[in-house]
């Protein structure tokens, strides 16, 4: 059950049209078609990555030009999720996700279809617009589909696992369409997984009535959008320019006054009972911020590992594309594992609290473990005790963050709220592949100074900078496990059987007298 957020008294809460959830029968094949959805969004922000080496030779990219075909997803997704969540908010979940579905398709194809540099930058553009309007949609429609608190914590383990394990599928799909058909089909594939979900979609989700929508803040959604706009141009501006870039410089000053202006808005539009684009109440609950800086925390170190270990796999190890991809398999097999285990079994008994940081200090352990590669590189004994070690720390996190951050939300709030969960990974990737590839980059070039820039030396610059780089990750999630445990509350502890048969039998005796 979801119990409302309290508001202001200048703002009474309008009662939201009573929604029944599918039938117990249809509800996981609701929940598949969600899933779907979830694992296209998440997979193409890695998808691109393996492709685009041939994507460039194809279209005769450059190379100070190839790495927008990247950004461009990141900086339309990760600036416009908050406005996807409430659009879902204002014109329904359904109506959203489908005009999601569609549009996401509609601009694969086009940049499947590129013929140039400028089509393929747009459509990936496109493509990041709609995963904004479909994320948001298909995380709220999770929370109303699954009421029951057994089926619900199934379908959290599921939800959490697909946004743990997409990055690597991405790397791999990647890399085995690239190899056997064409750098195409990394985007063709997802009018597939588009289709698929639609007819899903169509024939399952129940058409919920139109209730009272909150009324979509303007100047904050304008605020908002530019702001993260210009925090993720600036963080992927650093990470090829430099911090000391005036563009980079200027991008994330703007976006950081752009970004309190907002805060401040939010706060004065609740208080004057109207309807702010992100509710204070959202963030002011600390078990909900808590989750929301676990989410970002877990982003930047996850989504930068993903890209030092490819480069590390690729270009030492010497791995192809689709070997490459294969290579993070026992990460997502254990990320579904510990998923599944997290939520059924250890989050009754041990809580958020305990689950969250332990998930993150694990994850530091295998920041550490990987600390040992070298320009040699053997994956049975450096690479893939990592991917073990990782898997189990991403499943402990996911899925209970991703629970705690949409908990006791208002059924009308319940779309941003699902996006900022999104904002929190996208943002914290941008944040984590910026700060430590410049990291990289620095020790990589102190470590090839004064040497011969022979093949070896190459590859042993490119492994210490790996190191050096998984040495601030490893600090980034220990240093984030401690703040999240100091922020996160202990779950209220019922009392126990013992104490509540001596308050009966003390009631008792003093009923007798």
């Not at 990219?61 to 190839?66: C, G, Q, Y």
Request: net charge positive.
């Amino acid at each position: 059950m979801t119990i409302p957020t309290p508001r202001p008294a200048s703002a009474p809460q309008e009662p939201a049209p009573p929604t029944e959830p599918p039938a117990p029968s249809r509800r996981w094949l609701v929940m598949s078609v969600l899933g779907i959805a979830q694992l296209m969004v998440v997979l193409d922000a890695t998808i691109m990555n393996v492709a685009l080496p041939s994507a460039q030779a194809a279209l005769g990219i450059s190379d100070s030009d190839r790495q927008w075909v990247v950004t461009a997803y990141a900086l339309a997704f990760g600036s416009l999720l908050l406005l996807g969540g409430r659009v879902s908010d204002l014109i329904g979940r359904r109506a959203t996700f489908l005009l999601g579905l569609v549009g996401f398709a509609t601009a694969s194809a086009i940049g499947g279809a590129a013929q140039n540099f400028a089509t393929l930058v747009s459509a990936r553009v496109g493509q990041g617009v709609f995963a904004a309007l479909l994320a948001p949609a298909a995380l709220s429609l999770l929370t109303t589909t699954f009421t029951d608190p057994r089926e619900r914590a199934k379908a959290f383990a599921i939800f959490g696992a697909l946004a743990g394990t997409g990055g690597a599928v991405g790397l791999l799909l990647g890399g085995s369409l690239t190899t056997y058909a064409s750098w195409r089909w990394a985007l063709y594939v997802n009018i597939a997984f588009a289709a698929v979900a639609f007819l899903g979609a169509v024939l399952l989700l129940p058409r919920i009535p139109r209730g009272p929508r909150p009324k979509l803040d303007l100047i904050g959604t304008l605020t908002a959008s530019t702001g993260l706009f210009a925090l993720v141009f600036g963080l992927s501006r650093a990470e090829t320019d430099g911090w000391s870039d005036d563009l980079t410089v200027f991008s994330l000053v703007a976006s950081s006054a752009l970004l309190t202006s907002f805060v401040a808005l939010q706060r004065t539009f609740a208080r004057q009972g109207r309807h702010p684009l992100l509710p204070p109440s959202i963030v002011a609950d600390r078990d909900r911020a808590g989750a929301f800086l676990a989410m970002l925390i877990t982003g930047s170190g996850m989504f930068a590992v993903f890209l030092f270990l490819t480069y590390y796999l690729q270009t030492v190890m010497g791995y192809s594309a689709i070997r490459t991809g294969c290579a993070f398999l026992p990460m997502v097999a254990m990320i579904v594992v510990f998923s599944q285990l997290t939520n059924l079994v250890l989050l009754p008994r041990m809580g958020a609290r305990v689950l969250i940081p332990l998930g993150m200090a694990v994850a530091a352990l295998a920041m550490s473990d990987w600390t040992t590669i070298d320009a040699h590189g053997d994956y049975a004994t450096e690479v893939l005790p990592g991917f073990l070690v990782l898997g189990m720390g991403l499943g402990l996190i996911f899925s209970p963050t991703i629970q705690g951050a949409v908990s006791r939300v208002h059924p009308r709030d319940a779309g941003v709220a699902s996006a900022l969960v999104n904002t929190m990974q996208q943002v914290g990737g941008s944040i984590g592949i910026a700060l430590l590839s410049t990291i990289a980059a620095d020790a990589a070039e102190d470590r090839l100074a004064g040497r011969e820039s022979t093949p070896f030396a190459l590859a042993d610059a490119a492994a210490h900078s790996y190191v050096v780089a998984f040495w601030w990750a490893c600090a980034i999630f220990s240093v984030g496990a401690v703040v999240v445990a100091l922020l996160l509350r202990a779950p209220a502890q019922p009392a126990s059987s013992n104490s509540l048969s001596g308050r009966r039998s003390r009631g008792a005796r003093s009923r007798a007298a």
